[in-house]
């Protein structure tokens, strides 16, 4: 990536969010949170929102939106020196805010999350919020499963090459990864988004909640709403199990199946990890296929 100034603001701006989203998240999902943590969480989380938002609405529209306009005149080794030093001004977050929920299309349940938390934050930066309310803990859980699947994902997967990976392990790290997939009210409303976004959901390989989404994301074809475990199109095929006869949980690697080549497999329901090879004739998928063709085909041609 070259030093030019839109590509050191996508790196700011990445960096940015993923830093306030794991230092909120770790309070967030302390053992037992106490109110400082819960104070913490709504300031970071918050901050990553704000940093999310912009980084989308300068991907969607180049690095002068997100700029105030006294900058607009300025060559870019200036605005660049001004980065590096911390004075350089970006717009407000309302535009930002405005503009992401429109075009992510989020449901008005969620903009109105996205509302609560900003109040929260402003109650805690500008008087101290003596009093939290009861549900903010959820209501902050909520937005990170909201935020991390229309946005995060999405937005920073550019950088992410391997699909085959555990993305809100990579964002949070592997300790309070494991802290944040033992949390209910993350989990189910992790579960409640994958029904509502994809036309089939599965256990996930990766954390095994079921949570495992058929999608439509540009080139990904299943992604976990929980942990973020995503696989491109290219790579991926499901087929039935031939131990445990589930029917369409057999997930196989779709790249490598010409010419009887065994591919490693894995079943969704019973767990179980195998080799299986594709037949020809139905391109249905088994341990074994003496004669080149499946057992049900060759039956079939007798």
């Given at each position: 990536?070259?030093?030019?100034?839109?590509?050191?603001?996508?790196?700011?701006?990445?960096?940015?969010?993923?830093?306030?989203?794991?230092?909120?998240?770790?309070?967030?999902?302390?053992?037992?949170?106490?109110?400082?943590?819960?104070?913490?969480?709504?300031?970071?989380?918050?901050?990553?929102?704000?940093?999310?938002?912009?980084?989308?609405?300068?991907?969607?529209?180049?690095?002068?939106?997100?700029?105030?306009?006294?900058?607009?005149?300025?060559?870019?080794?200036?605005?660049?020196?001004?980065?590096?030093?911390?004075?350089?001004r970006t717009t407000g977050y309302e535009d930002s805010k405005?503009?992401?929920?429109?075009?992510?299309?989020?449901?008005?349940?969620?903009?109105?999350?996205?509302?609560?938390?900003?109040?929260?934050?402003?109650?805690?930066?500008?008087?101290?919020?003596p009093a939290l309310p009861s549900a903010v803990s959820d209501e902050i859980k909520k937005i990170i499963v909201r935020v991390?699947?229309?946005?995060?994902?999405?937005?920073?997967?550019?950088?992410?090459?391997?699909?085959?990976?555990?993305?809100?392990?990579?964002?949070?790290?592997?300790?309070?990864?494991?802290?944040?997939?033992?949390?209910?009210?993350?989990?189910?409303?992790?579960?409640?988004?994958?029904?509502?976004?994809?036309?089939?959901?599965?256990?996930?390989?990766?954390?095994?909640?079921?949570?495992?989404?058929?999608?439509?994301?540009?080139?990904?074809?299943?992604?976990?709403?929980?942990?973020?475990?995503?696989?491109?199109?290219?790579?991926?095929?499901?087929?039935?199990?031939?131990?445990?006869?589930?029917?369409?949980?057999?997930?196989?690697?779709?790249?490598?199946?010409?010419?009887?080549?065994?591919?490693?497999?894995?079943?969704?329901?019973?767990?179980?990890?195998?080799?299986?090879?594709?037949?020809?004739?139905?391109?249905?998928?088994?341990?074994?296929?003496?004669?080149?063709?499946?057992?049900?085909?060759?039956?079939?041609?007798?």
């Open positions: 990536m070259s030093d030019n100034l839109e590509n050191l603001l996508v790196k700011t701006l990445s960096e940015s969010c993923r830093a306030y989203l794991r230092h909120g998240a770790a309070h967030l999902f302390a053992k037992s949170p106490t109110r400082d943590d819960l104070l913490q969480a709504i300031l970071n989380i918050q901050a990553s929102i704000e940093a999310i938002a912009k980084l989308y609405q300068l991907q969607a529209n180049g690095w002068k939106v997100i700029l105030e306009k006294k900058h607009l005149g300025e060559v870019e080794a200036e605005l660049i020196r001004k980065l590096n030093v911390g004075n350089l405005k503009q992401l929920i429109e075009r992510q299309d989020l449901e008005k349940a969620d903009a109105e999350l996205l509302g609560k938390l900003q109040g929260y934050r402003n109650a805690v930066a500008h008087l101290g919020m991390l699947n229309a946005l995060v994902w999405k937005t920073l997967a550019a950088g992410w090459t391997d699909f085959l990976e555990n993305r809100s392990a990579i964002v949070f790290g592997s300790a309070l990864f494991a802290e944040v997939m033992a949390d209910a009210c993350y989990v189910d409303e992790a579960i409640e988004l994958a029904h509502e976004k994809a036309c089939k959901v599965r256990n996930c390989p990766e954390c095994w909640k079921p949570t495992l989404g058929e999608v439509d994301f540009e080139d990904t074809a299943v992604l976990c709403f929980c942990c973020g475990y995503g696989i491109a199109e290219m790579m991926v095929e499901f087929g039935d199990c031939p131990i445990c006869n589930s029917k369409g949980n057999l997930l196989y690697d779709g790249l490598n199946t010409e010419n009887l080549n065994p591919v490693g497999a894995m079943c969704l329901d019973c767990r179980q990890k195998m080799d299986v090879v594709k037949c020809p004739e139905c391109s249905g998928v088994w341990l074994n296929m003496p004669g080149g063709i499946c057992e049900d085909c060759r039956t079939s041609q007798i």
